[in-house]
């Protein structure tokens, strides 16, 4: 397990509003797939924040949490939110060849190690191994800086394809044809990762007559440093249920069209005028600043003002 699923969600608020997204859409589809009976697996780090949530708002019973780390495999068994939480010292890629599929799950692959290759090819390759109508989920590492150090004295273009270059030698086939070096920038580098797992994932379905994929949710985010996630539906392949309810859906946003959160760090009084006012920049008269991501501050806090993460101290 990562030292970044220690860091409490007040310090990642853009993660805190991909975990809500998340969540909005597994209530989203709760009825249709009756969810309540599906097997809950991911990497919940020491304080299994992710499992009391899913077990309050969708009343999974069947919860498995895999740390590979004893000691906080340890802090897990402590901090358990509900005893039907299973903790399990292992890899998760270890569990998962070992695990027999006997219903439905919901996998979460919360990597924060930049290595794609292994990442995506594990996911790809569960998309043909668990029942139908489970969801799979993955968080991947788009730091730039995972593609090694480049001389100094380059820039711009030049730049950008030597990290195309590198991107090709270390993805190999899972890299896109059409890839150019204009993908390889900070804004860029995560939807290119992107295409490479809808590619993966693509190609992994074509061997599976009996499913095929829905994609419902991809983000590109950064608290400290850049990360991409995305979320499918597998369902059988004559399914007509789950497509319209994700293509429905406010914050649909597949690997080509990823949601960037990017929210400003605001205090109480600037959330509060925010969401009380039409044109928030007149009102504040000042500027926020933006993000490694580049986007304006204001039309991103519009978007996802209903789930902007608010924390607050309570004595206990």
Request: glycine share 6%; net charge negative; charged share 25%.
């Amino acid at each position: 397990m990562s030292t970044g699923s220690s860091v409490p969600y007040k310090l990642r608020p853009n993660k805190a509003v991909d975990r809500e997204l998340f969540l909005s859409l597994l209530t989203r589809l709760a009825p249709a797939l009756a969810l309540e009976g599906h097997h809950y697996i991911g990497l919940g780090g020491s304080f299994l924040e992710d499992f009391r949530l899913v077990h309050a708002r969708l009343g999974i019973d069947r919860m498995t949490s895999v740390e590979s780390e004893e000691e906080v495999h340890k802090r897990q068994l402590f901090n358990r939110p509900t005893a039907s939480v299973e903790c399990v010292h292992s890899s998760l890629e270890d569990y998962l060849d070992a695990h027999d599929f006997d219903r439905p799950a919901i996998i979460w692959f919360d990597y924060t190690a930049p290595k794609p290759v292994e990442q995506i090819g594990r996911f790809a390759r569960t998309v043909g191994e668990v029942k139908l109508n489970s969801i799979l989920r993955v968080t991947l590492n788009a730091q730039l800086s995972a593609l090694g150090e480049p001389n100094p004295k380059l820039s711009g273009e030049a730049l950008w394809a030597w990290r195309l270059e590198k991107f090709k030698d270390r993805l190999g086939a899972l890299c896109p044809s059409d890839l150019t070096a204009a993908g390889m920038e900070k804004r860029t580098y995560g939807p290119s990762i992107l295409r490479a797992l809808f590619l993966a994932v693509e190609k992994e379905v074509l061997t599976h007559a009996d499913r095929k994929v829905v994609w419902a949710l991809s983000t590109h985010y950064a608290d400290g440093q850049p990360m991409v996630t995305a979320t499918l539906v597998v369902c059988g392949t004559n399914d007509t249920i789950v497509e319209p309810l994700v293509k429905g859906w406010t914050f649909y946003s597949p690997p080509d069209q990823p949601l960037r959160i990017d929210l400003p760090a605001l205090s109480t009084l600037e959330r509060l005028t925010m969401e009380a006012n039409g044109d928030a920049r007149e009102k504040l008269g000042f500027e926020l600043p933006e993000s490694g991501l580049g986007e304006d501050p204001f039309e991103v806090f519009k978007k996802f003002y209903r789930i902007y993460p608010h924390f607050s101290r309570v004595e206990l």
